[in-house]
């Protein structure tokens, strides 16, 4: 898919989403007073959720789109590989040791 998603609706990324591209999405965190952060991304092949009680667990929970107009399709990512990496000194005294799966939770 092209940097940033889908950029119109029924466009070229889409059908191929739509498909069951393989696809990556990224997270990433930064603390600028240790000077650390972390780089996590997951790869999987997409999904379109058509399961009724899914997708309307979706429209309560999220996610929530950033650019407006209508979404004709939730599309997920099950996840088939996990790759990261931690930024900066690792002090457990300063409390500053990564912790991916709670940043990554918090975020996706």
């Known amino acids: 898919m092209s940097e940033g998603g889908p950029k119109d609706p029924g ?7 739509l498909r069951g591209a393989v696809v990556a999405f990224q997270v990433d ?11 996590v991304t997951v790869t999987g092949l997409t999904q379109v959720v058509t399961d009724g009680p899914k997708l309307a ?19 997920c990512i099950p996840i088939d590989m996990v790759t990261g990496r931690w930024l900066g000194v690792r002090n457990p005294a300063a409390g500053n040791q990564p912790n991916l799966a709670q940043a990554v939770g918090s975020r996706l």
């Open 29 to 39: 965190g930064l603390d600028y007073a240790t000077r650390s952060g972390w780089s």
């Open 57 to 75: 667990r979706a429209r309560v929970d999220g996610p929530m789109p950033w650019a407006p107009g209508v979404k004709e399709h939730l599309i």
């Open 11 to 17: 466009g070229g990324d889409t059908r191929r989403a």
